[in-house]
Protein backbone atom coordinates (compact mmCIF):
# COMPACT_ATOMS: atom_id res chain seq x y z
CA UNK A 1 0.00 0.00 0.00
CA UNK A 2 1.65 3.39 -1.20
CA UNK A 3 0.82 5.56 1.09
CA UNK A 4 -0.97 8.52 -0.14
CA UNK A 5 1.20 12.53 0.40
CA UNK A 6 -0.87 14.48 3.09
CA UNK A 7 -1.77 17.73 2.75
CA UNK A 8 0.84 20.28 4.41
CA UNK A 9 -1.98 21.94 6.63
CA UNK A 10 -2.97 18.93 8.14
CA UNK A 11 0.39 17.72 8.04
CA UNK A 12 1.35 20.92 10.64
CA UNK A 13 -1.55 20.19 12.78
CA UNK A 14 -0.35 16.43 13.31
CA UNK A 15 2.87 17.55 13.94
CA UNK A 16 1.71 19.83 16.84
CA UNK A 17 -0.33 17.02 18.27
CA UNK A 18 3.23 14.53 17.75
CA UNK A 19 5.60 17.39 19.02
CA UNK A 20 3.25 17.22 22.40
CA UNK A 21 4.11 13.53 23.03
CA UNK A 22 0.78 12.73 21.71
CA UNK A 23 -0.37 10.05 18.98
CA UNK A 24 -1.98 11.68 15.30
CA UNK A 25 -3.54 8.94 13.24
CA UNK A 26 -5.61 10.02 9.88
CA UNK A 27 -8.95 7.95 9.72
CA UNK A 28 -11.86 7.34 7.64
CA UNK A 29 -13.15 9.40 5.02
CA UNK A 30 -9.82 11.06 3.74
CA UNK A 31 -7.82 7.60 4.08
CA UNK A 32 -10.71 6.12 1.97
CA UNK A 33 -11.17 8.94 -0.42
CA UNK A 34 -7.30 9.75 -0.59
CA UNK A 35 -6.74 5.71 -1.86
CA UNK A 36 -9.28 6.30 -4.19
CA UNK A 37 -7.64 9.24 -5.68
CA UNK A 38 -10.67 11.47 -4.80
CA UNK A 39 -10.97 14.86 -3.66
CA UNK A 40 -10.95 14.79 0.20
CA UNK A 41 -13.40 17.10 1.53
CA UNK A 42 -12.69 16.58 4.70
CA UNK A 43 -10.09 15.33 7.48
CA UNK A 44 -10.44 13.57 10.29
CA UNK A 45 -7.68 13.05 13.14
CA UNK A 46 -7.72 10.71 15.58
CA UNK A 47 -5.55 11.16 18.70
CA UNK A 48 -4.63 10.15 22.48
CA UNK A 49 -4.88 14.00 23.46
CA UNK A 50 -8.01 14.44 25.50
CA UNK A 51 -10.29 17.12 23.96
CA UNK A 52 -9.07 19.76 26.64
CA UNK A 53 -5.17 19.13 25.64
CA UNK A 54 -6.17 19.62 21.74
CA UNK A 55 -8.00 22.73 23.03
CA UNK A 56 -4.99 23.91 24.55
CA UNK A 57 -2.65 23.28 21.37
CA UNK A 58 -4.93 24.66 19.08
CA UNK A 59 -6.98 27.47 20.69
CA UNK A 60 -8.40 28.86 17.91
CA UNK A 61 -10.25 25.53 17.29
CA UNK A 62 -14.31 25.29 17.85
CA UNK A 63 -15.10 22.80 20.41
CA UNK A 64 -17.69 21.09 18.49
CA UNK A 65 -18.84 17.77 19.80
CA UNK A 66 -16.43 18.10 23.51
CA UNK A 67 -18.22 15.05 25.35
CA UNK A 68 -17.84 13.18 22.27
CA UNK A 69 -14.06 13.93 21.83
CA UNK A 70 -14.67 16.05 19.05
CA UNK A 71 -12.83 19.75 18.08
CA UNK A 72 -12.53 21.57 14.91
CA UNK A 73 -10.29 23.29 12.97
CA UNK A 74 -10.80 25.40 9.81
CA UNK A 75 -7.52 26.23 7.84
CA UNK A 76 -6.54 29.67 6.67
CA UNK A 77 -7.04 28.33 3.17
CA UNK A 78 -10.47 27.34 4.14
CA UNK A 79 -11.08 24.79 1.69
CA UNK A 80 -11.79 22.01 4.15
CA UNK A 81 -11.72 21.32 7.99
CA UNK A 82 -10.19 19.15 9.95
CA UNK A 83 -11.88 17.52 13.12
CA UNK A 84 -9.72 16.28 15.70
CA UNK A 85 -11.05 13.51 17.77
CA UNK A 86 -9.57 11.66 20.91
CA UNK A 87 -9.59 8.14 20.30
CA UNK A 88 -12.62 6.24 22.15
CA UNK A 89 -14.47 2.84 22.69
CA UNK A 90 -18.60 3.03 22.88
CA UNK A 91 -20.24 0.80 25.37
CA UNK A 92 -23.62 -0.40 24.19
CA UNK A 93 -26.30 1.59 22.19
CA UNK A 94 -29.73 0.73 24.24
CA UNK A 95 -31.23 3.73 22.52
CA UNK A 96 -30.73 2.45 18.49
CA UNK A 97 -28.65 5.96 17.51
CA UNK A 98 -26.37 6.83 20.41
CA UNK A 99 -23.41 5.28 22.72
CA UNK A 100 -24.92 5.04 26.67
CA UNK A 101 -21.33 5.95 27.23
CA UNK A 102 -17.87 7.23 25.52
CA UNK A 103 -14.34 6.31 27.08
CA UNK A 104 -11.32 7.46 25.60
CA UNK A 105 -8.39 4.69 24.56
CA UNK A 106 -5.03 4.72 23.36
CA UNK A 107 -5.47 1.65 21.27
CA UNK A 108 -6.35 2.33 17.15
CA UNK A 109 -7.53 -0.95 16.68
CA UNK A 110 -10.26 -0.32 19.30
CA UNK A 111 -11.03 3.37 17.49
CA UNK A 112 -11.29 1.81 14.45
CA UNK A 113 -13.36 -1.55 15.66
CA UNK A 114 -16.60 1.25 16.46
CA UNK A 115 -16.62 2.86 13.10
CA UNK A 116 -19.38 2.07 10.62
CA UNK A 117 -17.81 -0.23 6.90
CA UNK A 118 -14.36 -1.47 6.47
CA UNK A 119 -13.49 1.03 4.22
CA UNK A 120 -14.15 3.76 6.55
CA UNK A 121 -12.02 1.90 9.48
CA UNK A 122 -8.38 2.64 7.84
CA UNK A 123 -5.87 4.61 9.45
CA UNK A 124 -2.46 6.44 8.75
CA UNK A 125 -0.27 6.05 11.57
CA UNK A 126 1.12 9.81 11.22
CA UNK A 127 4.21 9.60 13.33
CA UNK A 128 5.92 6.56 11.24
CA UNK A 129 3.19 6.44 7.65
CA UNK A 130 2.44 3.30 8.60
CA UNK A 131 -1.11 1.73 7.42
CA UNK A 132 -3.22 0.23 9.68
CA UNK A 133 -5.87 -1.92 8.49
CA UNK A 134 -6.58 -4.32 10.72
CA UNK A 135 -10.66 -4.94 9.41
CA UNK A 136 -9.04 -5.42 5.75
CA UNK A 137 -10.32 -2.45 4.22
CA UNK A 138 -8.04 -2.05 1.84
CA UNK A 139 -9.30 -5.29 0.09
CA UNK A 140 -12.83 -4.11 0.12
CA UNK A 141 -11.93 -0.62 -1.60
CA UNK A 142 -10.18 -3.02 -4.32
CA UNK A 143 -13.24 -5.02 -4.81
CA UNK A 144 -15.59 -2.22 -4.67
CA UNK A 145 -17.27 -3.85 -1.02
CA UNK A 146 -19.54 -2.09 1.40
CA UNK A 147 -19.08 -4.62 4.20
CA UNK A 148 -20.19 -3.53 8.11
CA UNK A 149 -17.52 -3.69 10.61
CA UNK A 150 -18.19 -7.02 12.87
CA UNK A 151 -21.52 -8.28 12.89
CA UNK A 152 -23.88 -6.46 10.83
CA UNK A 153 -27.51 -6.88 12.87
CA UNK A 154 -25.18 -5.80 16.01
CA UNK A 155 -23.44 -2.68 14.51
CA UNK A 156 -27.54 -1.74 12.62
CA UNK A 157 -29.32 -2.29 15.41
CA UNK A 158 -26.74 0.12 17.36
CA UNK A 159 -26.83 2.78 15.41
CA UNK A 160 -29.45 2.50 12.71
CA UNK A 161 -28.33 5.51 11.02
CA UNK A 162 -25.96 2.96 9.25
CA UNK A 163 -28.66 1.03 7.26
CA UNK A 164 -28.76 4.40 4.90
CA UNK A 165 -24.92 5.19 5.02
CA UNK A 166 -24.07 1.43 3.80
CA UNK A 167 -27.04 2.43 0.30
CA UNK A 168 -25.28 6.33 0.44
CA UNK A 169 -21.64 5.12 0.62
CA UNK A 170 -22.65 2.19 -2.25
CA UNK A 171 -24.55 4.79 -4.31
CA UNK A 172 -21.56 7.15 -4.50
CA UNK A 173 -18.50 5.20 -4.92
CA UNK A 174 -20.64 2.36 -7.31
CA UNK A 175 -19.73 -0.32 -4.71
CA UNK A 176 -22.10 -3.42 -3.96
CA UNK A 177 -23.43 -4.06 -0.22
CA UNK A 178 -21.61 -7.44 1.16
CA UNK A 179 -24.69 -9.64 1.13
CA UNK A 180 -24.73 -10.16 4.97
CA UNK A 181 -24.41 -6.31 5.08
CA UNK A 182 -27.34 -5.99 2.94
CA UNK A 183 -29.79 -8.98 4.21
CA UNK A 184 -28.86 -6.84 8.09
CA UNK A 185 -30.16 -3.48 6.58
CA UNK A 186 -33.47 -4.88 5.34
CA UNK A 187 -33.95 -6.83 8.47
CA UNK A 188 -32.97 -3.22 10.42
CA UNK A 189 -35.33 -1.00 8.42
CA UNK A 190 -37.40 -0.10 11.21
CA UNK A 191 -34.12 1.13 13.12
CA UNK A 192 -34.61 4.37 11.17
CA UNK A 193 -37.39 5.61 12.98
CA UNK A 194 -35.25 6.15 16.08
CA UNK A 195 -33.18 7.89 13.78
CA UNK A 196 -32.94 12.23 13.49
CA UNK A 197 -34.81 13.12 10.80
CA UNK A 198 -31.76 15.61 10.07
CA UNK A 199 -29.48 13.22 9.88
CA UNK A 200 -31.39 10.36 7.66
CA UNK A 201 -32.13 13.72 5.59
CA UNK A 202 -28.29 14.73 5.18
CA UNK A 203 -27.72 11.28 4.03
CA UNK A 204 -31.00 11.46 1.85
CA UNK A 205 -29.77 14.35 -0.08
CA UNK A 206 -26.45 12.76 -0.64
CA UNK A 207 -27.84 9.96 -2.57
CA UNK A 208 -29.95 12.11 -4.65
CA UNK A 209 -26.37 13.99 -5.50
CA UNK A 210 -25.05 10.34 -6.69
CA UNK A 211 -24.20 10.50 -10.24
CA UNK A 212 -27.12 7.80 -11.23
CA UNK A 213 -29.37 8.77 -7.90
CA UNK A 214 -31.95 5.80 -9.22
CA UNK A 215 -29.32 2.81 -7.97
CA UNK A 216 -29.64 3.96 -4.74
CA UNK A 217 -33.87 4.94 -4.66
CA UNK A 218 -33.58 1.50 -5.57
CA UNK A 219 -31.44 -0.09 -2.78
CA UNK A 220 -33.85 2.23 -0.35
CA UNK A 221 -36.91 0.79 -1.63
CA UNK A 222 -35.02 -2.81 -1.90
CA UNK A 223 -34.61 -3.23 1.93
CA UNK A 224 -37.79 -1.35 2.99
CA UNK A 225 -36.37 1.74 4.06
CA UNK A 226 -38.10 4.12 2.20
CA UNK A 227 -41.12 3.14 3.65
CA UNK A 228 -39.23 4.94 6.94
CA UNK A 229 -38.38 7.90 4.79
CA UNK A 230 -40.52 8.62 1.99
CA UNK A 231 -43.69 5.64 2.16
CA UNK A 232 -45.31 8.03 -0.82
CA UNK A 233 -43.26 7.12 -3.11
CA UNK A 234 -44.13 3.37 -2.91
CA UNK A 235 -47.69 4.53 -4.09
CA UNK A 236 -46.80 5.27 -7.38
CA UNK A 237 -45.56 1.39 -8.23
CA UNK A 238 -47.39 -0.14 -10.62
CA UNK A 239 -49.26 3.14 -11.52
CA UNK A 240 -49.43 2.72 -15.74
CA UNK A 241 -49.30 5.67 -17.68
CA UNK A 242 -50.31 5.41 -21.61
CA UNK A 243 -48.10 8.04 -22.63
CA UNK A 244 -45.43 7.63 -20.61
CA UNK A 245 -44.66 3.95 -23.10
CA UNK A 246 -43.85 0.65 -20.35
CA UNK A 247 -43.15 3.25 -17.31
CA UNK A 248 -45.38 3.26 -14.45
CA UNK A 249 -45.06 6.87 -12.40
CA UNK A 250 -42.49 5.25 -9.88
CA UNK A 251 -40.44 4.37 -12.88
CA UNK A 252 -40.69 7.57 -14.32
CA UNK A 253 -40.45 9.62 -11.03
CA UNK A 254 -36.68 7.83 -10.69
CA UNK A 255 -35.60 8.01 -14.62
CA UNK A 256 -36.73 11.31 -13.85
CA UNK A 257 -33.94 11.79 -11.23
CA UNK A 258 -31.52 10.37 -13.42
CA UNK A 259 -32.32 13.12 -15.94
CA UNK A 260 -30.95 15.62 -14.29
CA UNK A 261 -27.66 16.32 -15.61
CA UNK A 262 -25.38 18.29 -12.81
CA UNK A 263 -22.87 19.87 -15.53
CA UNK A 264 -22.17 23.76 -14.41
CA UNK A 265 -24.94 23.48 -12.12
CA UNK A 266 -24.10 23.84 -7.86
CA UNK A 267 -25.08 20.81 -5.37
CA UNK A 268 -27.50 23.00 -4.11
CA UNK A 269 -28.84 23.65 -7.36
CA UNK A 270 -28.87 20.07 -8.06
CA UNK A 271 -30.57 18.96 -5.13
CA UNK A 272 -33.59 21.10 -5.69
CA UNK A 273 -33.85 19.70 -9.29
CA UNK A 274 -33.66 16.11 -7.92
CA UNK A 275 -35.96 16.78 -5.51
CA UNK A 276 -38.51 18.41 -7.64
CA UNK A 277 -38.10 15.54 -10.54
CA UNK A 278 -38.45 13.01 -7.65
CA UNK A 279 -42.02 14.77 -6.42
CA UNK A 280 -43.02 16.05 -10.11
CA UNK A 281 -45.68 13.25 -10.43
CA UNK A 282 -45.80 12.34 -6.89
CA UNK A 283 -49.89 12.92 -6.61
CA UNK A 284 -50.69 11.24 -9.64
CA UNK A 285 -51.88 8.02 -7.80
CA UNK A 286 -54.22 10.18 -6.08
CA UNK A 287 -55.95 12.10 -9.66
CA UNK A 288 -55.98 8.58 -11.31
CA UNK A 289 -58.93 8.46 -13.25
CA UNK A 290 -60.03 5.94 -15.39
CA UNK A 291 -63.17 6.81 -17.99
CA UNK A 292 -64.64 4.99 -21.39
CA UNK A 293 -60.86 3.45 -21.30
CA UNK A 294 -59.12 6.55 -20.94
CA UNK A 295 -56.38 7.37 -18.19
CA UNK A 296 -55.80 10.89 -17.20
CA UNK A 297 -54.15 12.44 -14.11
CA UNK A 298 -56.47 15.99 -13.77
CA UNK A 299 -54.39 18.54 -12.23
CA UNK A 300 -52.52 16.72 -11.01
CA UNK A 301 -49.46 19.26 -10.63
CA UNK A 302 -51.53 20.48 -7.95
CA UNK A 303 -51.78 17.60 -5.55
CA UNK A 304 -47.79 16.53 -6.41
CA UNK A 305 -46.89 20.25 -5.03
CA UNK A 306 -49.47 19.43 -1.83
CA UNK A 307 -47.84 15.80 -1.12
CA UNK A 308 -44.02 17.34 -2.00
CA UNK A 309 -44.41 19.78 0.60
CA UNK A 310 -45.75 17.00 3.32
CA UNK A 311 -42.49 15.42 2.66
CA UNK A 312 -40.27 18.26 2.77
CA UNK A 313 -41.51 19.73 5.57
CA UNK A 314 -41.29 16.38 7.59
CA UNK A 315 -37.91 15.62 6.46
CA UNK A 316 -37.11 19.11 7.94
CA UNK A 317 -35.37 20.21 4.28
CA UNK A 318 -35.13 24.57 4.78
CA UNK A 319 -37.89 26.70 3.42
CA UNK A 320 -36.51 28.45 0.84
CA UNK A 321 -35.33 24.36 -0.48
CA UNK A 322 -39.00 23.45 0.13
CA UNK A 323 -40.26 26.67 -1.35
CA UNK A 324 -38.53 26.52 -4.40
CA UNK A 325 -38.86 22.55 -4.88
CA UNK A 326 -43.25 23.27 -4.36
CA UNK A 327 -42.67 26.01 -7.01
CA UNK A 328 -41.10 23.96 -9.68
CA UNK A 329 -43.72 20.70 -9.30
CA UNK A 330 -46.35 23.09 -9.21
CA UNK A 331 -45.79 24.54 -13.03
CA UNK A 332 -43.39 21.73 -14.31
CA UNK A 333 -46.64 20.73 -16.39
CA UNK A 334 -46.44 24.63 -18.31
CA UNK A 335 -47.03 24.43 -21.75
CA UNK A 336 -46.44 26.83 -24.75
CA UNK A 337 -47.92 26.97 -28.59
CA UNK A 338 -45.88 28.73 -31.13
CA UNK A 339 -48.76 30.81 -31.77
CA UNK A 340 -48.77 32.76 -28.64
CA UNK A 341 -48.23 36.42 -28.60
CA UNK A 342 -45.29 38.52 -26.78
CA UNK A 343 -48.24 39.27 -23.96
CA UNK A 344 -48.96 36.05 -23.72
CA UNK A 345 -45.21 35.28 -23.00
CA UNK A 346 -44.81 38.16 -20.24
CA UNK A 347 -48.02 36.87 -18.89
CA UNK A 348 -46.44 33.20 -18.21
CA UNK A 349 -42.69 34.72 -16.91
CA UNK A 350 -44.62 36.80 -14.74
CA UNK A 351 -46.78 33.93 -13.18
CA UNK A 352 -44.18 31.47 -12.74
CA UNK A 353 -41.08 34.17 -12.25
CA UNK A 354 -38.35 34.72 -14.13
CA UNK A 355 -35.80 33.65 -11.68
CA UNK A 356 -37.36 30.17 -12.24
CA UNK A 357 -37.32 30.26 -15.70
CA UNK A 358 -33.94 28.25 -16.21
CA UNK A 359 -34.85 25.61 -13.65
CA UNK A 360 -38.50 24.89 -14.88
CA UNK A 361 -36.91 24.40 -18.39
CA UNK A 362 -34.28 21.79 -17.03
CA UNK A 363 -36.82 19.74 -15.61
CA UNK A 364 -39.27 19.90 -17.91
CA UNK A 365 -36.03 18.83 -19.90
CA UNK A 366 -35.39 15.64 -17.87
CA UNK A 367 -39.07 14.95 -17.24
CA UNK A 368 -39.34 14.58 -21.20
CA UNK A 369 -35.84 12.79 -21.80
CA UNK A 370 -37.38 10.27 -19.09
CA UNK A 371 -40.84 9.93 -21.10
CA UNK A 372 -38.69 9.10 -24.19
CA UNK A 373 -35.43 7.98 -23.22
CA UNK A 374 -33.38 10.01 -25.08
CA UNK A 375 -32.64 13.66 -25.24
CA UNK A 376 -34.77 14.85 -27.72
CA UNK A 377 -35.04 17.77 -29.62
CA UNK A 378 -37.95 19.71 -29.01
CA UNK A 379 -38.26 22.95 -31.13
CA UNK A 380 -41.21 24.80 -29.68
CA UNK A 381 -39.21 24.52 -26.38
CA UNK A 382 -35.99 25.85 -28.03
CA UNK A 383 -38.58 28.72 -29.42
CA UNK A 384 -40.39 29.47 -26.12
CA UNK A 385 -37.30 30.19 -24.49
CA UNK A 386 -35.41 32.16 -27.16
CA UNK A 387 -38.83 34.22 -27.09
CA UNK A 388 -38.68 34.13 -22.90
CA UNK A 389 -34.94 35.35 -23.18
CA UNK A 390 -35.62 38.16 -25.90
CA UNK A 391 -38.03 39.68 -23.47
CA UNK A 392 -35.47 39.40 -19.87
CA UNK A 393 -33.17 41.53 -22.39
CA UNK A 394 -35.28 43.96 -23.39
CA UNK A 395 -36.15 44.26 -19.64
CA UNK A 396 -39.89 44.50 -19.95
CA UNK A 397 -42.06 44.75 -16.59
CA UNK A 398 -42.61 41.75 -15.44
CA UNK A 399 -43.35 42.20 -11.84
CA UNK A 400 -44.85 45.40 -9.69
CA UNK A 401 -41.40 46.29 -8.95
CA UNK A 402 -40.53 47.39 -12.50
CA UNK A 403 -43.75 49.46 -12.57
CA UNK A 404 -43.32 53.00 -13.62
CA UNK A 405 -45.27 54.10 -10.49
CA UNK A 406 -45.42 52.52 -7.13
CA UNK A 407 -47.48 52.99 -4.34
CA UNK A 408 -46.33 56.18 -3.13
CA UNK A 409 -47.48 57.93 -6.26
CA UNK A 410 -51.09 56.16 -5.93
CA UNK A 411 -51.10 57.16 -2.61
CA UNK A 412 -50.52 60.97 -3.33
CA UNK A 413 -53.74 60.70 -5.85
CA UNK A 414 -55.88 59.34 -2.37
CA UNK A 415 -55.61 55.48 -3.21
CA UNK A 416 -55.39 54.32 0.69
CA UNK A 417 -52.74 51.82 1.43
CA UNK A 418 -54.64 49.05 1.90
CA UNK A 419 -56.30 45.99 -0.16
CA UNK A 420 -57.19 48.25 -2.66
CA UNK A 421 -53.60 49.64 -3.35
CA UNK A 422 -52.92 46.26 -4.40
CA UNK A 423 -55.55 45.36 -6.85
CA UNK A 424 -54.74 48.40 -8.31
CA UNK A 425 -51.44 47.82 -8.46
CA UNK A 426 -52.32 43.92 -10.36
CA UNK A 427 -54.58 45.92 -12.54
CA UNK A 428 -52.02 47.87 -13.82
CA UNK A 429 -49.39 45.06 -13.96
CA UNK A 430 -52.36 42.96 -16.18
CA UNK A 431 -52.19 45.94 -18.39
CA UNK A 432 -48.38 46.75 -18.90
CA UNK A 433 -47.97 42.48 -19.26
CA UNK A 434 -50.61 43.44 -22.38
CA UNK A 435 -48.83 46.30 -23.21
CA UNK A 436 -45.12 47.28 -22.60
CA UNK A 437 -45.63 51.05 -24.37
CA UNK A 438 -48.31 51.48 -21.06
CA UNK A 439 -45.39 51.50 -18.19
CA UNK A 440 -45.43 55.45 -17.79
CA UNK A 441 -45.73 57.51 -15.01
CA UNK A 442 -48.50 59.41 -16.72
CA UNK A 443 -50.80 56.48 -18.72
CA UNK A 444 -50.40 54.46 -15.33
CA UNK A 445 -51.87 57.42 -12.78
CA UNK A 446 -54.21 57.80 -15.58
CA UNK A 447 -55.61 54.11 -15.84
CA UNK A 448 -55.19 53.98 -12.02
CA UNK A 449 -57.71 57.25 -11.35
CA UNK A 450 -60.05 55.47 -13.65
CA UNK A 451 -60.10 51.90 -12.42
CA UNK A 452 -60.16 53.59 -8.31
CA UNK A 453 -62.54 56.64 -8.86
CA UNK A 454 -64.82 54.17 -11.22
CA UNK A 455 -65.03 51.76 -8.55
CA UNK A 456 -67.04 54.23 -6.21
CA UNK A 457 -68.97 56.23 -8.25
P1 LIG B 1 -18.03 11.89 3.70
O1 LIG B 1 -17.14 11.96 2.55
O2 LIG B 1 -19.43 11.79 3.32
O3 LIG B 1 -17.77 12.92 4.77
P2 LIG B 1 -17.00 10.14 5.70
O4 LIG B 1 -16.57 8.69 5.69
O5 LIG B 1 -15.95 11.14 6.04
O6 LIG B 1 -17.69 10.45 4.33
P3 LIG B 1 -18.40 11.16 7.95
O7 LIG B 1 -19.86 11.14 8.23
O8 LIG B 1 -17.71 12.44 7.78
O9 LIG B 1 -18.18 10.21 6.70
O10 LIG B 1 -17.72 10.34 9.14
C1 LIG B 1 -16.31 10.23 9.31
C2 LIG B 1 -15.95 8.83 9.79
O11 LIG B 1 -16.57 8.57 11.05
C3 LIG B 1 -16.43 7.71 8.87
O12 LIG B 1 -15.51 7.44 7.84
C4 LIG B 1 -16.56 6.56 9.85
O13 LIG B 1 -15.31 5.99 10.11
C5 LIG B 1 -17.04 7.23 11.10
N1 LIG B 1 -18.52 7.27 11.21
C6 LIG B 1 -19.35 8.27 10.81
N2 LIG B 1 -20.63 8.01 11.09
C7 LIG B 1 -20.62 6.79 11.69
C8 LIG B 1 -21.65 5.96 12.24
N3 LIG B 1 -22.94 6.33 12.18
N4 LIG B 1 -21.27 4.79 12.79
C9 LIG B 1 -19.97 4.43 12.84
N5 LIG B 1 -18.98 5.15 12.34
C10 LIG B 1 -19.27 6.32 11.78
MG1 LIG C 1 -16.35 13.28 6.33
Not at 98 to 109: A, C, L, N, Q, R
Not at 115 to 135: G, H, Q, S, V, Y
Not at 227 to 254: A, M, R
Not at 265 to 289: N, T
Request: glycine share 4%.
Amino acid sequence: MIIPSIDPEVRRIADRIIQSGKKAFLVGGAVRDAFLRKPVMDYDIATDATPEECMSLFPFAIPTGIKHGTITIVPRSRRYKVEITTLRKEAAYSDGRHPDSVTFVDDITQDLSRRDFTINAMAIDLMCNAFIDPFDGEKDLKDKIIRAVGNPMERFQEDGLRTVRAIRFSAQLEFVIEPNTLVAIAKCSDTLSKISTERIRDEFSKILLTAKPSVGLRLLSDTNLIKEIIPELEICKGISQPDHGEQDVYNHLLSTVDAVIPDNLSEDKVLILRLSALFHDIGKPACYRAENGKISFYRHEIESEKIARQILLRLKYPNRVIDKVCHLVRYHMFNYEPGWTDAAIRRFVARVGFSSIPDLFTLRLADTMATTGKPISWPALAEFRERIDRILEEKQALSLKDLAINGEDLAKIGIPRAKQMGEVLSELLDNVLEDPSLNTKEKLLEIAKGRYFEGFK
